[in-house]
């Protein structure tokens, strides 16, 4: 079945770095456009970023656009987002998610996330 | 980017039926035929209820129903169900490889 597992997050100080991960399988991940989604506590869904299948292709939301980087290794079936720059709106679990039905945002399968927490 | 308006919260009684809207703009939701909708339980991922706009995937109860009217994108759930208590979002493709997400509507079954 499908699975898509996070890691990487954690309590990072304002100003640093981390790098996430998502692990894929049960599906050929090489043929999906992967997104990154976040959610701060309590608050609503925000979009992060899109790669294209073949990683070539990639944006970003204007609050992340600069400072994240999305990319993936289709030979490790891995998702990876790069943050940087990270300051205390950053703060959120951050999802990965599979576009399921053709490459407009229908996120079909979700991880179940991993926290970045930003604070000094 | 500015986020989808959802009403905040909205209720029902076993069996009965309830409809969220989520407006967007003529530049997102009235624009493409790309609106989602998604369920969430406390603790819980985000799961896929609709895409292009009424469309269901396999195992999503045909309680669940979408449809859209110019800028304005509406989920129905009919028959509501103890287990229909949830965060609701919808989605939607604003152009130029962005996407947008409605700031989230509480259901309460009373």
């Known amino acids: 079945q499908v699975q898509l597992v996070e890691s990487g997050g954690g309590m990072v100080q304002p100003g640093r770095s981390l790098r996430l991960s998502c692990a894929a399988s049960?599906?050929?991940?090489?043929?999906?456009?992967m997104h990154w989604v976040r959610q701060a506590p309590g608050k609503g869904l925000e979009w992060v970023a899109v790669i294209w299948s073949h990683g070539s292709d990639k944006f970003y939301a204007d609050s992340v656009k600069g400072r994240f980087t999305i990319s993936r290794d289709n030979s490790k079936n891995t998702l990876y987002l790069e943050t940087n720059s990270l300051n205390s709106e950053d703060t959120a679990l951050y999802y990965c998610?599979?576009?399921?039905?053709?490459?407009?945002?229908?996120?079909?399968?979700w991880g179940q996330g991993t926290l970045v927490t930003v604070s000094s | 980017q500015s986020a989808l308006t959802q009403p905040p919260s909205a209720s029902g009684s076993p069996g009965q039926s309830v409809t969220i809207s989520c407006t967007g703009t003529s530049s997102d939701v009235g624009a493409y035929k790309y609106v989602t909708w998604y369920q969430q339980h406390p603790g819980k991922a985000p799961k896929l209820l609709i895409y292009?706009?009424?469309k269901r995937p396999s195992g999503v109860p045909d309680r669940f129903s979408g449809s859209k009217s110019g800028n304005t994108a509406s989920l129905s759930v009919s028959g509501l169900q103890a287990e229909d208590e949830a965060d609701y979002y919808c989605?939607?493709?604003?152009?130029?490889?962005?996407?947008?997400f409605g700031g989230g509507t509480k259901l309460t079954v009373l």
């Open positions: 049960g599906f050929t991940f090489s043929s999906y456009d």
């Open positions: 292009e706009v009424t």
């Open positions: 998610a599979r576009d399921g039905y053709g490459g407009y945002g229908d996120l079909d399968y």
């Open positions: 989605g939607s493709y604003a152009g130029s490889n962005n996407w947008v």
